[in-house]
């Protein structure tokens, strides 16, 4: 039986986001974007928009089988940003949709879904099936625009095991985040979408061992198109009360399958991090390496945090590359100021080469030796007490600048700013 079941609506609550987004990108050195819609070339492209999520999470019904149901309601809509300004609701910015099926019509004013998610437990293991967001190395489940993403299936999570979880899963569909539907087809961040693939299949584990040393292996499977497996391992030792050494290492193989979509390729991917805590400061230095035969590619939107080097405008994930990162950040906690942090990163990546890449990754094929940085000042503030308690402000900043042959990214100064005010009842 479940013990510490109380009931579906015994242990139901409801929770209510509301996220302000303003998110610009101004291009520089001569270059520019492409309004899909006027087909013009702007060298400016905003947007600010306003989201609400709207969550209800039951509890489990009482007995050996515990069944639950979680609902989110989700509603954006345009504060400014007209069609001369705004983006294609697919890349940057990509708060808000355009209207058409090709999304090349003028933007939306407003847009919105409903997610459901059907659970049921048994004692230490989890089954829920509908618009589920799964979170592990191999899909991580993308909430970095105005409204998150959801995948449609089938996901499973077993904790039996002290410091092990596993998860396992099976994705047929995704909506993304300006989607109002919730059949939208399944694809890759570098290679598009794909009506030729029919799901995503998933399964690994995590491991903790006493919150100093822990384990991720899973495995992916995305029809027609890629095997991809990833390794983590991370390490934590508290030095004395006011330092703490860490470092990790992440590493991913990724083999085309099936049809082979994105054509024939092998890649191999690692990044490596070790980082110093000392009170207030952490200081990391970390690096990077790409295989060849493709760059490091992920599902479709989701979030791109697997490597230690991506960034807030590019991956750092090209055919070869070769990257080191740099950061700092600070709490000011220290000064009296609890709630304010801020994050100073600079990323460098050299040595990009694509001419051996598969069919499916053409747009690199002319690169043989491709470079560029980019620097990023993070800061963030969260209200700690009072009416507004969570109340949390963000502001993003980032410089990008390639140079060599790099033609497959772009010149660009992005800034974004997010209020996000929380509420649970």
């Known amino acids: 039986m479940q013990t510490h079941a109380a009931g579906f609506f015994e242990d ?5 986001l509301n996220r302000n987004f303003y998110f610009s990108q101004d291009f520089k050195n001569g270059d520019a974007t492409i309004n899909p819609n006027t087909k013009e070339r702007k060298g400016r492209r905003a947007e600010w928009a306003n989201g609400v999520i709207a969550s209800f999470s039951s509890g489990f019904t009482q007995g050996p089988i515990g069944l639950g149901l979680d ?12 069609n001369g300004l705004a983006g294609d609701g697919n890349s940057g910015p990509g708060l808000l949709p355009r209207r058409g099926y090709n999304r090349d019509g003028k933007p939306k004013d407003s847009f919105g879904k409903l997610d459901y998610e059907l659970k049921a437990r048994f004692l230490d293991t989890e089954l829920r099936y509908g618009d589920v967001r799964p979170i592990n190395p191999v899909v991580h489940t993308s909430d970095i625009r105005l409204l998150p993403q959801s995948f449609r299936g089938l996901t499973l999570v077993n904790d039996s095991f002290k410091g092990i979880s596993i998860q396992a899963g099976k994705l047929e569909s995704q909506s993304d985040r300006t989607d109002t539907g919730h059949n939208q087809d399944l694809g890759t961040a570098y290679g598009g979408r794909f009506k030729q693939v029919d799901d995503f299949k998933y399964f690994g584990f995590d491991l903790n061992h006493k919150d100093q040393f822990f384990v991720k292996l899973h495995h992916g499977r995305l029809d027609n198109i890629w095997n991809q497996t990833s390794l983590y391992l991370d390490w934590v030792q508290p030095l004395s ?25 092998s890649n191999n991917s690692w990044s490596s991090q070790i980082g ?26 989701t979030w791109d945090f697997f490597l230690n080097t991506n960034s807030q405008v590019s991956d750092f994930n090209n055919p070869n590359e070769r990257i080191w990162l740099m950061r700092y950040d600070y709490d000011f906690a220290a000064l009296g100021i609890p709630g304010l942090s801020i994050i100073t990163r600079y990323v460098r990546g050299t040595d990009i080469d694509g001419t051996s890449v598969a069919s499916g990754y053409s747009a690199y094929k002319n690169i043989k030796n491709g470079r560029h940085w980019e620097r990023n000042f993070w800061v963030s503030y969260v209200v700690q007490s009072g009416a507004a308690k969570d109340l949390a402000i963000k502001m993003l900043q980032a410089t990008h600048r390639v140079s060599g042959d790099h033609t497959a990214e772009s010149n660009i100064d992005e800034l974004r700013i997010l209020v996000e005010y929380p509420l649970s009842f």
């Open 71 to 82: 609902l989110r309601g989700l509603y954006g809509f345009k504060l400014d940003g007209g």
């Open 276 to 301: 110093l805590k000392a009170g207030p400061h952490n200081f990391v230095v970390a690096h990077t390496q790409i295989d060849k035969d493709s760059p490091f590619d992920y599902l479709w939107h």
């Open 12 to 16: 139901a609550d409801i929770k209510l």
């Open 241 to 265: 009360d006011y330092f703490t050494l860490n470092a990790n290492l992440r590493y991913y193989r990724t083999r085309d399958t099936g049809q082979k979509l994105l054509g024939q390729f």
